[in-house]
């Protein structure tokens, strides 16, 4: 399922519910419909970077691994493209950016209505 969230200062940006749940929860916010008011906005800005810092310290988990192994197998495919694996600091980036243009324009961040 997508999660669009809106701000009247930054263009929309989808989500995959299951790729948002993780800032969502570190902001303690509802996925299913919530607000990120402009007082909330700079607090959430310094909460999402610090997770997008301590997350560059870790290398791709082990769990991570194995799983693109069982999908993929152990033997090389010539004729596929190489699995890249989107991180989780490129899949917060366009969430942070809105944050910061509600946190700079005073505005707030809707989603589920």
Partial sequence: MLITFKCKSYPEVLMYQEHAKRILDLLHKDTERGVITAEEAPRAVALLEGEIE?????????QV???VQAH?????????????V?????????LLEMLRS???QHTDVLWGV
């Avoid at 993929?72 to 890249?84: F, S």
């Fill in 54 to 62: 301590e997350s560059k310290k870790h290398q791709i988990s082990e």
């Fill in 65 to 67: 691994e194995r799983d």
């Fill in 72 to 84: 993929h197998g152990e033997t090389e495919d010539n004729e596929h493209e190489k699995i890249e």
């Fill in 86 to 94: 989107v991180t989780f600091p490129t899949r917060a980036y366009p």
């Fill in 102 to 104: 509600a946190r700079d």
